[in-house]
């Protein structure tokens, strides 16, 4: 299982995937909440820098609101 993160948005906003379906729109801290209400069984020791885990597209885990992808 993948987490996608799409582009931020023009707010800094991204779109969240898990498994092929839309989590939500989030900012950095919400992933984590997002991973657990999927039922992800580590979703509060995930790294958001695990490549393995997640496919970041637009930027990084570093890339929301007002910094460049």
């Known amino acids: 299982m993948r987490v996608v993160v799409s582009p931020p948005d023009e707010r800094g906003w991204r779109k969240v995937r898990y498994d092929g379906k839309i989590l939500g729109t989030a900012q950095a801290s919400d992933i984590g909440e997002f991973l657990r209400l ?11 820098t695990d490549e393995s885990l997640f496919e970041w597209r637009g930027g990084g885990p570093e890339t929301w609101a007002d910094s460049p992808p």
Not at 38 to 48: F, I, Q, R, T
């Open 38 to 48: 999927a039922g992800h069984p580590d979703s509060e020791s995930v790294e958001l």
